[in-house]
């Protein structure tokens, strides 16, 4: 079980790496809060942007005087346009995450924190505000966010399989879901129906263990939930094998339908590959520009 | 017990378990194998996927059939099966009764038989029977007793070196009543063995166990023809084989040791094996017995006595014989007697004395010089036997007349007397029997012995205790005196036959062989021991082993030879006076016959195969095949090869399997670096106990070994520290030694192995370390320290370098020698008050070798010092003079080891032009 101050640890490694995230907002609405986010156009940030000749409605005082004395025009300095964005993140806290098919293989759970927290460091360095959905911790500045959001992390759900949390999202903003989708799919399909109304674009991020993928069982096997809530007896395990990849191909297509419906992006992550390839996946599906598919 | 086969089960009815086999497949084939619990988050998925079919994953028949092997190795391992199993179905009621032959001829194999004896005494004792114990050798009475008395008593008996004796021995020994007999024989026939087996037979069935090998002896070894002949016998004719027979003795440092061996080959079918040993006859007085090799048993060694020695005869003629008168030659008859079996020596006394003869013979000698009567009398006082004869000489001579010569057993009548002469006035004498303390004692006196004229004995007091062979009518023929530790006898008769017909008959030889003089060849019969009484010296017991025979009772002669071995005529060295007789167990002529046993006595043979429980065995592959199926279990589940956990199972599995043993690292010992030191140049620092200072001194020894190596054609090793009480200094051609005041100092033996290496050429460089602080002498600790340490050195008179010694110039050209201290003195050997400077020559040559010591206060190790990795260890100065000073210490240690191995090279003439040049004149 990871602490938080090791998770931390292990996160700004995984963050050291890459560049600061600069996540792009498709437009504004509402109140827009200044932040260090440059826009990559004039505005009201505290960046310098451009100097543009004063036009009729600048007030003199936006006159920048040492421009202007080398010339005969005044020009204004032009500050670019810097917009916090907010992230939301949600990582799978069930129990079935909680579950390594070997001991040198990091749990679902751990890997998705871990992700999910690199993720966020990145994003706070970037400027932006990255907090967790519904109301436990709203998304806000700052390296004590970091601090909350591994403590959040931390914390274990007791159910076998938690549904995506969708409350309090918040409009335009980015969320970034973290799971292993092993449950039940309608709440999946509410939550991003709940996101595609508010206007909320994503990322669904799939992290699956190397052993549900491959099914190496054979023999007589019960096979329990990591929360023993749900079993199921066979006496060969190896003749389920094709039956149960058919259903985990179905139900990873049918979570590439409801993100792309949704405007969403679909990764699949596991912890068997290397938590630094998950991580560049996910800067880039949030870097990104278009939504993809 | 229930014998099956060669196997015997001790707990038979276990077998039974064996019927339940086939049921237990049953069963295990149809219950299948036991799920396996796997947690599993997506099991979401499997939920409502049915199974295609409902058969069951079954159990492989190979697994089954393994589990079975496993359950049937248990339960027949279980029933103790036995292998070879001793079956005593035939064993009888009634007392038993266990004869042992008990001879040497079972020695060899003595152990082997008390086991075979013990396990039928256990036998008889679990079947409850009374059993008694008879030892044939050593006949006890027998009582019958319970078994464990009897086993108790098996410790005590112990193999005899004769053979069983007559059966009027042992009818008292033999227990009454009706008993069955087991006989353990050793294989050898003796003389009262039918009449014991028809006693025995009498008394109930009689059963015989003895080994199948033959019995291998060695006859009395024999001198001829220069070689020892040894023959070795075996009682029963079989394949080509080969002994090796060992000649044991004393070395020179009075060791035992195995002098010679020789190998006897018993050819096929044959019982005679005969080989022979040449020695040189100083090997051959020292030999003490021969045995066979790892045969342990009395009739495997054959004691040596007098036999394979020859005895040194000198013979000295008063006058010599004349060619073509040999029969008139004094020495001719005694030549004659004593060829044979002595090695006769000729030439002058004084050549003959200092060969130390054992015997020396004047015939017909009558005076002696002083030297010679000095040498002889010395000689005879340490050992020597003198004899000598009468004749003319001797009679016309007035030896011995007046008082007794020193050299004359007894004092002389002037004139000798005729007997049957032209003067004589009665026949010709006998001789009369001879007395009980006379060493003739025993010797037939025969009719043609008659002396016609002699010496005769003045008669003294001590006269009588001094004759040994007489005349019938008393008068004294020969007598005898001991001197010291030897004797002088002599004969009134001559050695030729002038005087009487002595020399000429076999009673001549009888004689000089009773006194020891000649040495017997052929073993002596039992009529030349007539008379005798041998006491034995060293005695065998069964098993071949001597010991001292303490005060153990004489034997006569005649009994010596020719009675058997028993309780009172144990095999030995026996003596005689001086003589010594050997009886071993086996006489010349005595043959092996293997014992032979009528039909109606069942013989077997020692059991050599002793019954072998096999439960341990099968209980072992019961649990082999049980782990077998465990991991077969495992295999199946899939746990073993790339499951879930399975690696783990699988590394646990094959690191029990391998297990590696630790190898041991041999650290450098010793005689390593000594190699090291030797081959290659190595410079040595002295331990001085303190360890930093230690540390520097080889860090700086490395740096200069680094210099030396870089600059200059000498490449050293690296440096090594030399304790001086342990290591050897020779391998190092220059000693560092840093001074501390509470250094050990060297104890005595170090102090003269410094003073062995100085003496050879070694250097010592001292080095007291504060040259910035003090001069040299005893103004400072470091100081007082070097003069207490160097006082039992042997250091010459020392002065401060002068400017033209060879230290300055051997490599580099300097004229001041820093360390880390600049501008403290350098002391080296003194020069010599005469050295001059040669007329063109820069420099005077001082000492033509190395200086032994160099002292100085100048730290050089910690200028010199390098770290693991090259860079200087400690600063010297300041900035780049400190750097400057620091190459000028290099410098000086290239100089000074350059000195140490090419010595005053450089004060050569021809170096002095280039020097010339150097030095700008």
């Not at chain 1, 709203?138 to 759900?157: H, T």
């Not at chain 2, 002389?412 to 006998?430: D, E, F, I, N």
Request: glycine letters at 10%.
């Amino acid at each position: 079980m990871i602490t938080p101050t090791t998770l931390r640890a292990q996160a700004e490694t995984q963050a050291a790496r890459l560049p600061p995230l600069l996540a792009r907002a498709e437009h504004l609405a509402g109140a827009v809060l200044l932040g260090d986010h440059g826009r990559r156009r004039s505005g009201m940030g505290d960046d310098f942007w451009q100097y543009r000749p004063a036009q009729i409605g600048d007030s003199r005082r936006m006159i920048d005087h040492r421009r202007s004395a080398m010339g005969d025009v005044q020009f204004v300095r032009e500050r670019e346009w810097q917009i916090a964005q907010s992230v939301m993140l949600w990582v799978d806290q069930g129990a079935a995450m909680r579950f390594a098919s070997g001991p040198d293989l990091p749990t679902k759970a751990d890997r998705a924190r871990v992700l999910s927290l690199a993720l966020a460091i990145l994003l706070i360095r970037g400027g932006e505000r990255v907090g967790l959905t519904g109301t436990a911790l709203p998304p806000r500045r700052g390296n004590a966010q970091i601090l909350r959001l591994a403590e959040m992390f931390s914390e274990d759900a007791a159910d076998d399989y938690a549904p995506p949390e969708h409350r309090a999202m918040i409009p335009h903003a980015r969320a970034v879901f973290v799971s292993d989708f092993m449950g039940d799919i309608d709440a999946v399909k509410l939550a991003l129906t709940k996101a595609a109304d508010r206007g909320v674009r994503g990322v669904l991020y799939h992290v699956l263990d190397p052993a549900e993928e491959a099914f190496p069982f054979r023999g007589r096997t019960i096979f329990e939930s990591v929360g023993g809530t749900l079993e199921h007896e066979t006496l060969k395990a190896s003749e389920l094998k094709d039956r149960y990849l058919s259903r985990l191909a179905a139900r990873k297509d049918e979570l590439q339908a409801l993100c792309s419906v949704a405007g969403w992006q679909y990764g699949i992550h596991h912890t068997g590959s290397s938590a630094q390839s998950g991580l560049l996946w996910l800067w880039r599906a949030l870097d990104g520009g278009v939504a993809r598919t | 017990m229930m014998i099956l086969g060669p196997i015997g089960f001790a707990a038979p009815w276990l077998l039974l378990a064996l019927i339940a086999l086939p049921i237990l497949w049953i069963i295990l084939r149809a219950i299948p194998p036991a799920p396996l619990r796997q947690r599993f988050p997506g099991v979401a998925l499997l939920l409502g996927l049915q199974d295609d079919e409902a058969v069951s994953d079954r159990t492989p028949w190979w697994l089954l059939l393994l589990r079975m092997l496993a359950v049937a190795a248990i339960i027949i391992g279980l029933a103790g099966p036995i292998l070879n199993p001793d079956d005593n179905a035939d064993t009888g009621d009634g007392p038993l009764l266990v004869v042992v032959d008990g001879s040497w001829a079972g020695a060899s194999r003595w152990a082997q038989a008390m086991e075979a004896v013990d396990a039928e005494l256990r036998r008889a004792g679990s079947a409850g029977r009374e059993v008694a114990l008879l030892h044939l050798a050593d006949p006890d009475a027998a009582t019958f007793q319970a078994a464990n008395a009897a086993v108790a008593r098996l410790a005590g008996l112990a193999p005899q070196p004769w053979q069983p004796g007559a059966l009027s021995d042992m009818t008292d020994a033999l227990p009454d009543g009706s008993f069955e007999t087991v006989w353990f024989s050793d294989g050898l026939e003796y003389e009262a063995r039918p009449d014991i087996l028809a006693a025995l037979q009498a008394r109930g069935p009689v059963r015989v166990t003895q080994t199948g090998a033959s019995v291998v002896a060695l006859a009395p070894a024999i001198y001829e023809d220069g070689t020892v002949q040894l023959t070795a016998r075996r009682s029963a004719p079989g394949p080509e084989r080969g002994v090796t027979i060992l000649a044991q003795g004393r070395d020179p440092a009075g060791n035992a040791a195995i002098l010679a061996s020789a190998n006897a080959v018993f050819e096929d079918g044959a019982t005679d094996a005969q080989t022979a040993l040449a020695l040189p006859s100083e090997l051959r007085a020292r030999i003490t017995r021969f045995e066979i090799q790892a045969t342990r048993s009395a009739g495997a060694v054959t004691l040596v006595d007098d036999s394979l020695r020859r005895r040194e005869i000198a013979l000295i003629a008063g006058r010599e014989g004349r060619e073509g008168l040999e029969l008139l030659s004094p020495l001719h008859y005694l030549e004659r007697a004593l060829v044979e079996t002595a090695d006769l020596l000729d030439g002058a006394l004084g050549d003959v004395l200092p060969a130390n003869p054992d015997v020396i013979v004047l015939a017909d000698v009558a005076t002696l010089s002083g030297g010679e009567a000095d040498a002889i009398t010395e000689w005879v006082e340490e050992g020597g036997m003198l004899v000598r004869f009468a004749g003319p000489r001797v009679a016309a001579s007035d030896i011995s007349r007046a008082e007794e010569d020193p050299l004359m057993p007894v004092r002389l009548r002037s004139g000798g007397r005729s007997v049957g002469g032209a003067m004589s006035w009665g026949s010709p004498k006998t001789l009369a029997p001879f007395r009980e303390n006379s060493p003739f004692f025993g010797l037939t006196v025969r009719d043609d012995v008659e002396i016609t004229a002699q010496v005769m004995a003045q008669p003294d007091p001590t006269l009588a205790e001094r004759v040994i062979a007489e005349l019938s009518d008393g008068t004294p023929l020969v007598t005898r005196k001991r001197m010291g530790q030897g004797q002088i006898v002599l004969f009134h008769v001559t050695a030729n036959a002038e005087w009487s017909t002595l020399p000429l008959s076999g009673l001549f030889v009888e004689m000089l062989e009773r006194l020891a003089i000649s040495s017997t060849a052929a073993r002596p019969a039992a009529e030349d021991l007539e008379g005798t009484v041998w006491t034995p010296q060293i005695v065998m017991d069964g098993f071949g082993s001597l010991r001292d025979a303490g005060a153990m009772p004489g034997v006569p002669g005649p009994r010596l030879v020719t009675d058997p071995a028993g309780p009172d005529l144990l095999p030995g060295v026996y003596t005689s006076t001086d003589r010594s007789l050997a009886r071993n167990v086996l006489t010349a002529d005595a043959t092996l016959v293997a014992a032979t046993w009528p039909a109606n006595v069942p013989v077997s043979g020692l059991t050599n195969r002793p019954p072998q429980p096999l439960g341990g065995l099968l209980l072992a592959l019961a649990i082999g095949l049980l782990l077998a199926d465990v991991i077969a279990s495992l295999a199946l589940s899939g746990r073993l090869t790339g499951g879930l956990r399975g690696s783990r199972t699988a590394s646990v599995a094959v690191a029990l399997a391998l297990a590696m043993p630790a190898t041991d690292l041999r650290a450098q010992t010793t005689d390593d670096t000594a190699l090291n030191a030797a081959v290659e140049v190595v410079l040595a620092h002295v331990i001085t106990g303190d360890r930093q200072l230690d540390e520097i001194a080889e860090a700086g020894l490395r740096g200069l070994s680094d210099t030396l190596f870089f600059r200059t054609s000498v490449e050293p090793a690296d440096p090594i520290a030399v304790n001086l009480e342990t290591d050897e200094l020779a391998f190092f051609p220059m000693l560092y030694w840093p001074i501390t005041p509470d250094q050990p100092r060297p104890s005595r033996e170090a102090y003269a192995k410094l003073n062995d290496y100085l003496r050879s050429g070694g250097l010592i460089l001292f080095d007291t370390r504060d040259g910035d602080i003090a001069g040299f002498g005893s103004a400072s600790p470091n100081g007082r320290k070097l003069q207490d340490l160097a006082a039992p050195l042997d250091i010459p008179a020392l002065e401060p370098v002068p400017r033209d010694h060879v230290l300055t110039r051997t490599f580099y050209l300097l004229q001041d020698f820093p360390g880390r201290h600049l501008g403290g003195e350098v002391w080296v050997e003194a020069a010599p008050p005469g050295a001059e400077q040669i007329e063109g020559m820069p420099f005077r040559n001082l000492n033509d070798g190395v200086t032994p010591v160099v002292i100085g206060g100048n730290d050089w190790a910690a200028a010199w010092a390098v770290t693991s990795s090259g860079q200087a260890m400690l600063p010297v100065g300041r900035g780049f003079g400190g750097e400057r000073q620091r190459e000028l210490a290099y410098r000086f240690g290239v100089n000074l080891v350059m000195h140490v191995l090419t010595g005053n090279y450089k004060s050569d003439q021809v170096h002095v032009p280039a020097l010339l040049d150097r030095l700008g004149q």
